[in-house]
């Protein structure tokens, strides 16, 4: 999973300001994710791109958005429409159709709103 | 959509002993269980995986069981050490993907290995 790399480590955001995360990825991999994580809470999927192109809403959507150009990149935007988005963010990326189902993550990024 | 249990919230055992982590899924079509660790400010860690065709799976002192008609697994470690506390968390495929459209992560279980 070092060939995840997530951009910055920290990230402070003003109210009303959008942001956007970095995710690079030098493992050839399909598939790329978004979940984000709460204190005290599981991961939470916000998108997923299994191709580049196209790309799917996961159970919390709502305020991100996301761009999938390349193969090896997938950066996230959270937008001034997130009520709440302080929270560490966490990208993985999966090889499709090979015999390992594996999602591999990258170091995250801390946001907080300020 | 899928819905993902994880008991207990916080375990803690003395070195040397084992733990069980248990888990319970909700959509009947999940084919993939997979387990990380997360060590503070850190990524997950995957360390051992399960598809549904397979009932149990042991990497040394790890081990997963599945059962599809209740629809739960479990974690078990034996032999705990001190560098096993950390976060862990089960998480099922949303779907039958394997995966591949995202996973549903449980909330997590603090282990605690006392010396």
């Known amino acids: 999973d070092g060939g995840i790399t997530q951009s910055p480590k920290y990230l402070f955001r003003k109210e009303g300001q959008n942001v956007t995360l970095s995710c690079e990825q030098n493992?050839?991999?399909?598939?790329m994710y978004w979940y984000r994580q709460d204190p005290g809470q599981g991961l939470r999927l916000i998108y997923y791109s299994q191709i580049v192109n196209d790309f799917q809403k996961g159970d919390i959507a709502e305020g991100y958005s996301v761009s999938r150009e390349k193969k090896e990149s997938f950066p996230l935007t959270v937008t001034s429409a997130q009520k709440n988005p302080t929270a560490f963010y966490l990208c993985a990326s999966r090889q499709q159709g090979a015999s390992t189902d594996t999602q591999y993550f990258g170091p995250g990024t801390r946001l907080t709103v300020l | 959509g899928e819905n993902v249990e994880q008991h207990p919230s916080t375990l803690s055992v003395q070195e040397g002993d084992s733990a069980v982590i248990k888990c319970t899924y909700s959509d009947s079509a999940s084919n993939y269980f997979p387990w990380y660790k997360q060590e503070l400010g850190k990524r997950p860690q995957l360390i051992i995986d399960?598809?549904?065709?397979?009932g149990e799976k042991k990497d040394q002192r790890i081990a997963v069981t599945l059962n599809k008609t209740a629809k739960h697994f479990s974690l078990h470690i034996t032999e705990t050490q001190p560098e096993d506390s950390a976060v862990y968390f089960c998480?099922?495929?949303?779907?039958?993907?394997?995966?591949?459209?995202?996973?549903?992560f449980g909330k997590g279980t603090h282990l605690i290995i006392q010396p």
């Open positions: 998480a099922a495929s949303i779907g039958s993907g394997g995966g591949a459209d995202g996973l549903t």
């Open positions: 493992l050839n991999h399909d598939a």
């Open positions: 399960i598809r549904s065709n397979v």
